[in-house]
């Protein structure tokens, strides 16, 4: 009898907890049908082809034209200089507070990191408005300092911390056991460093560094205001871009529901999400290898 | 069962007496070029009408019509008149969009405040955005290039724009394109090679208007229709109003209301 009571006890918190985590998948399934619904509709008005790959993004003119390869040259080219700028940089900050920095020096550091991941992107994209976007143009004469390097450096500046912080810490669960035989077999600080520590942590640190892209992916409010906004594939460091982000920001509130800009702006919404998304399956199979290395 | 029957029953009493609560609640949305003077005029309103709260928040001019077909707000604004797609999807849910003219808006041609030029053609203005005239030593500024900025393609602002001076072109695709008003303003401000448009309203020291064929942008010459860059601004209701939406429709329109609009640096009606 009391064993029965006992197991009945514990079959609530089993059923609540099934519960609630299939409600998250549903939601997620929901949002995922959602945006299949309302972003289909677009191809009756236009081909895959000219949707993809036109460079005209005239969504209210008449006839519309819906080329988005513009406005995916965009998100493409910020994230990936972005990328270019703040991993390398986040990845030597996460290795000089693993490895290098002294243990007290490294408690201030690391909370601090922490708390930069969570600076407000409307801030960062009022600076690169005021402070960055005027000293660009003075310093380099161009048109305009709201251009892809302006909204790259700010960027950049956002997924820094997310990175090193994530990457410090794949670096800081290596075992030490690993050290111990590295320094055991003769090897110097920066040999076990570079040869037994960073290997060994890769995968973490690979998964560290596509969450920053993704992250760099997704976000509106810097791109918005630092940009520039103009929809033409980029041709320097120095054009203004207009990603797909930005793109459905500023024109939802404004156009009419179920027409067919309205459409092609959830279908951008689709196309978003098939970045973010693949990114996530290399970052889970680089997770999956990890775990063969390991073992 | 009897619990659920309860259960129902409170929930039902819940709603009711939320519904009750918000019988003097007045919800207005949309475009963001009216939402300073509906945000004027509702605290206004609501000074002299202590028992009706308004609630003003600003979607853009799509959003807000889309709320009206809904039925999800009593007052829409809009900075452009309802679409014929729209008053379809109106009727069709039942709902008869009501416009008000409440003011009017002029746009204005802005430059940082350096530039020399002081007055551009429409045909100018028009060359300017499509990319034809790259450089300001083509309109009598100095010699250095052009940095057209406008207004995303949905914007009321832009549709009036379009309207006025592009006609049948579009802008050019290199054209830098920022998200707002206030935006547009500081785009302009930072830069010195830069030429924007922005609503009357929104103009302050920090940028300089130019005059369009000759006639500089005020209240006097957007009313006379004497300036060529101005438009009517709209509330749009779902059916004539009633109620307290009718005496805040009115209140808007009356002498108090347009007064409020002159304030807020748009051009009253009369």
Redesign the interface.
Known sequence: MKDRSALKADRLPKALIALVATSGLAVMLFILWFLLRESLPVLKATTLGALMGGS??????DPARFGMF?LIAGSLGVTLLASVIALPLSLGLAVFLSEICPRRLRELFKPLLEILGFFPSVVLGFLG??VL??WL?ERFSL????NLLNASLLMGIMILPIVASLAEDALAAVPRDLRDASYAMGATRLETTERVVIPAALPGILQASLLGVMRAIGETMVV??AA?????VPRSIMD?V?PLT??I???M???????D?YHALFFAGLLLLAMTLSINLCALWIEKRGRRWRA | MKATKVFVTALLAMALSVGSALAGDLAVNGSTTVLPIAQATAEKFMESHGDVTISVSGGGSGNGIKAIIDGTTDIANASRFIKDKEVEAAVAGGAYPVPFGIALDALLPVVHPSNEVTDLSIGQLRRIYTGEITNWKEVGGADQPIAVVGRDTSSGTYETWKEKILVKEEASPKAMVVASNGAMVQTVAQNRLAIGYIGIGYLNDSVKPLAVEGVAGSAETARSGVYPVSRYLYMFTRGWPTGDALNFINFVLSDAGQEIVAKTGYVPIR
Request: proline share 13%.
């Open positions: 005209y993004w005239y969504p209210t003119a513009p408005m005021i976007a005027p143009q048109l305009t300092g709201l918005l205001m520039g906004g103009a929809a033409v203004p207009r930005s793109t920001a500023a024109e509130g404004e156009t009419p529901v179920g027409s800009h």
